[in-house]
């Protein structure tokens, strides 16, 4: 049988695509952008993820924070350990398996007064949203944190984006050596005080999430999250990447605050990849 028929079996849809790396930018130290091009990614909607194959190590979920721009689709990726290593090392025409996009994505109304908060790489699941064409008839606040300067991505890509007036682009560093000193939460507190929103976007540390929930929830304000555990298959399958009654590749890995409602576990414990429960 031709592969190209093959491919258009249903059980073979969750196969790698093998795709050759176009192009890997140095964000920061320990961050790096990887792009390719897939036609399905080019498809996918802010928020979904890829399960990315590395050949002979293994085989990670990453959020897509580039989608289809000029064909290409791609993917922020911070170095934690062997897979991530591995990704970061590699180079413009190297291969990686690619299957998805799957899982929920982000949606957006307009003439939305909208705050967006990315906590580090964070940032890379709300990129493709912030560049959606109907974010221009919104106002939009970005709130973009990091430990410390050299670990801030996206600033300028942001800055390139929308006129200055209708988009405020706040960065905050833990350390002060940017923009505003303190955690990404305790300035959204403040934001969320002072101003009504109509939908707060939030990707980072699930404690900053936490945090930025209640506080939401304070003022009536509707949140979409985008949210990680141990993903194997990611197609809901296996079971590793469970919080509460939901599978987070399945059902999310976008959250609305109703789903999060009464789920104890959110900010406090997540599945190591044992399935072990430990706290966060
Ligand atoms: C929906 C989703 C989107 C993600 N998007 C991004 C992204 O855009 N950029 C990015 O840098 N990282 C992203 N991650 C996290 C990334 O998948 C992990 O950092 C990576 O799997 C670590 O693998 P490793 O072999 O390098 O490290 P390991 O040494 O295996 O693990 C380091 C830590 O990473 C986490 N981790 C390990 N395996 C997985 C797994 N299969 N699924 C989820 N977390 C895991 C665990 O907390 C672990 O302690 C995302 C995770 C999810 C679930
Ligand atoms: S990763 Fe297997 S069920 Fe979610």
Known sequence: MKVDKLQNYPDLKHRPRIVKIQDVKEETSTVKSITFRDDQCSKGKPGQFVMIWIPRIDEVPMTLSLIGRDAASGATVRKRGEATNALCAMKKGDQIGVRGPYGTYFTVDEEAKLLLVGGGTGIAALAPLIELPIMRRNDLTIVVGARTKTELIYLNRFKALHPAKAMRLIATTDDGSYGVKGLASSIVNTLLEKDKFDMVYACGPELMMKTILDA???????????????????????GSCSLGPYRVCRDGPIFSGEMLQGIGEFGKTKRDSAGRIIPI
């Open 216 to 238: 939401a929830q304070k003022m009536d304000t509707p949140v979409q999250f985008s949210l990680e555990r141990i993903f194997k298959c990611g197609v809901g399958i296996c």
